[in-house]
Structure formats: structure tokens, C-alpha cells
């Protein structure tokens, strides 16, 4: 398993952005498929976005589409999610987590063993 840390959250207002980093610590990050997942006050953890390991392949909830991005950078051992034209409804504590050997079909929060312990994302109108 590896070990994440998020950072980047914080308070904009709508249609602003923000790049989100979630580091991890250990010598096969490269392995690892890569999501972002958010939660807000009396949802269910929701699936974002996930970057299979080869780094090749990427998925989307259909909300975000065309608004968020998610890269890696294995020299650092950090995955990115940026986010613009934020919307209210994105306001969540946004975590990600990390799959070895996941495919961009890992969209379930049960397919993840690795969390980081999330950052907050509020976004104002």
C-alpha cells in the first residue's frame, strides 16, 4: 500500500479554479491507478476521476466532464486533478486513492485499498 496526502482545497468562488495534489509516499507509485473521489454532508462517497497506471487512460464522472483534469507526474509521485469553471455543487471533501494495477474502469470506491484523509473544496455563488 501506499501512503496519500492531498492538498490544494480551499474556498473560491464559482467558475474559479483550483489544482488539487495528492502525494505518495513509497517506490511504486508507477504501479498504482489513481482516483479522486468527493463527499459532502449526507452523501455517499462519489467517484470524480480516475488515470489508470500506464498513465494512458483516464474517466470522468459525467458532471465534471470537459471541467476537470487529472494527470500524474510518477517523478514526484503526485497525481493532480485540476478543476475549472467550479461550480457550487462541487463543494466536497476530496480524496483519492490509489489502485495497484488499476484500469480507468476503477470508478467504485471499494476497488481502492490505499485513502488519503481528504481536502476541503467549497466553491461560493
Known amino acids: 500500500q501506499v501512503q496519500l496526502v492531498e492538498s490544494g482545497g480551499g474556498l473560491v468562488q464559482a467558475g474559479g479554479s483550483l489544482r488539487l495534489s495528492c502525494a505518495a509516499s513509497?517506490?511504486?507509485?508507477?504501479?498504482?491507478?489513481m482516483g479522486w473521489f468527493r463527499q459532502s454532508p449526507g452523501k455517499e462517497r462519489e467517484f470524480v476521476a480516475v488515470l489508470n497506471w500506464r498513465g494512458d487512460s483516464t474517466n470522468y464522472l459525467d458532471a465534471v466532464k470537459g471541467r476537470f483534469s487529472i494527470s500524474r507526474d510518477n517523478a514526484k509521485n503526485t497525481v493532480y486533478l485540476q478543476m475549472n469553471s467550479l461550480k457550487p455543487e462541487d463543494t466536497a471533501v476530496y480524496y483519492c486513492?490509489?489502485?495497484?494495477?488499476?484500469?480507468?474502469?476503477?470508478?467504485?470506491?471499494?476497488?481502492?485499498?490505499?485513502w488519503g484523509q481528504g481536502t476541503q473544496v467549497t466553491v461560493s455563488s
Open positions: 513509497g517506490r511504486t507509485f508507477d504501479r498504482y491507478a
Open positions: 486513492a490509489a489502485q495497484p494495477w488499476g484500469s480507468s474502469s476503477s470508478t467504485s470506491a471499494g476497488m481502492f485499498g490505499s
